[in-house]
């Protein structure tokens, strides 16, 4: 009987640790802060500043950093998908991938846990 319990009341903590997150973050109250006296009132950012800045400005960010990443394996020419559907990924890997790997010696040359001594 108590297994049957444990789930429940793991839902019932976690339910209860999102609502409880949530309800603190959406009761507080909105900063409404005023221009001290004394300080000049800043003037409105108008819309196409304020796109400019909140809006393009990281977008090109964005873009900019994926083209640095990408550079590279475009300079080389390699494709940037993969080759094959569901197919592996050796990321800095050689070209060939595992098929242009050096064969390595025999187990039974290289010791390991049949080694002798």
Partial sequence: ???????????????????????????????LADVPDGWPTPPSIPLLDGLFIYVFAPLGLVVLIALLVLAPSLARGERLGPEKPGGDQWFGGRRGGPDA?????PAKESGGASGSW
Wanted: avoid cysteine; proline fraction near 8%; charged fraction near 15%.
């Fill in 1 to 31: 009987m108590t297994t049957s319990r444990r789930p429940a009341l793991r839902t019932t903590a976690r339910v209860a640790a999102v609502a409880l997150s949530a309800g603190l973050v959406l009761a507080g109250p909105p900063a």
């Fill in 101 to 105: 790997l050096e064969s390595g010696t």
